[in-house]
């Protein structure tokens, strides 16, 4: 599946300055210290760990993968994300061709809002992971948008 000699450099969802390195080999992910050399990375994917999980997606070896907490697979056209539950208790279900092959608990990382709030035009997937991933889920075209930026 994965490269097993690779290493996987991911920027962070919510917090632009955290990297992660996944291990191509044990599928370890770990956090990096933020330092010169780490922001010279090249990073081919994204993730999350403010929700209670590890929601992830990142290209290797031109294939687009999907990763929640330890479960990996291709994230491909049969792939479906589906999420059941309100914001602060819901679950992230990864369905491929209609069979769920997980699911995990999570959350929306709430960013709090205010008054004469100047990112009124932004989306809601912007500040929700699993909203984006479901959303990617559902539309071939973004998926090779992601793969062809991240490759």
């Given at each position: 599946m994965l490269n097993q000699?690779?290493?996987?450099?991911?920027?962070?969802?919510?917090?632009?300055?955290?990297?992660?390195q996944i291990d191509g080999k044990s599928g370890?992910?770990?956090?990096?210290?933020?330092?010169?050399?780490?922001?010279?990375?090249?990073?081919?994917?994204?993730?999350?760990?403010?929700?209670?999980?590890?929601?992830?997606?990142?290209?290797?070896?031109?294939?687009?993968?999907?990763?929640?907490?330890?479960f990996v697979c291709?994230?491909?056209?049969?792939?479906?994300?589906?999420?059941?539950?309100?914001?602060?208790?819901?679950?992230?279900?990864?369905y491929r061709d209609g069979v769920e092959l997980y699911s995990t608990a999570c959350r929306v990382n709430v960013t709090d809002k205010f008054d004469d709030d100047l990112t009124a035009f932004v989306d809601d997937e912007d500040f929700d992971f699993g909203l984006f991933l479901m959303n990617v889920s559902k539309s071939p075209d973004r998926k090779a948008i992601l793969l062809q930026h991240y490759s």
């Amino acid at each position: 599946m994965l490269n097993q000699h690779s290493l996987i450099y991911l920027q962070d969802w919510d917090q632009y300055d955290r990297i992660a390195q996944i291990d191509g080999k044990s599928g370890e992910l770990q956090l990096l210290p933020m330092n010169d050399s780490s922001l010279s990375l090249r990073t081919t994917g994204r993730f999350t760990d403010q929700v209670g999980a590890i929601l992830a997606f990142f290209a290797a070896d031109g294939v687009l993968f999907l990763r929640l907490n330890d479960f990996v697979c291709e994230f491909t056209d049969s792939v479906d994300i589906r999420l059941l539950g309100v914001s602060s208790d819901r679950r992230i279900s990864v369905y491929r061709d209609g069979v769920e092959l997980y699911s995990t608990a999570c959350r929306v990382n709430v960013t709090d809002k205010f008054d004469d709030d100047l990112t009124a035009f932004v989306d809601d997937e912007d500040f929700d992971f699993g909203l984006f991933l479901m959303n990617v889920s559902k539309s071939p075209d973004r998926k090779a948008i992601l793969l062809q930026h991240y490759s």
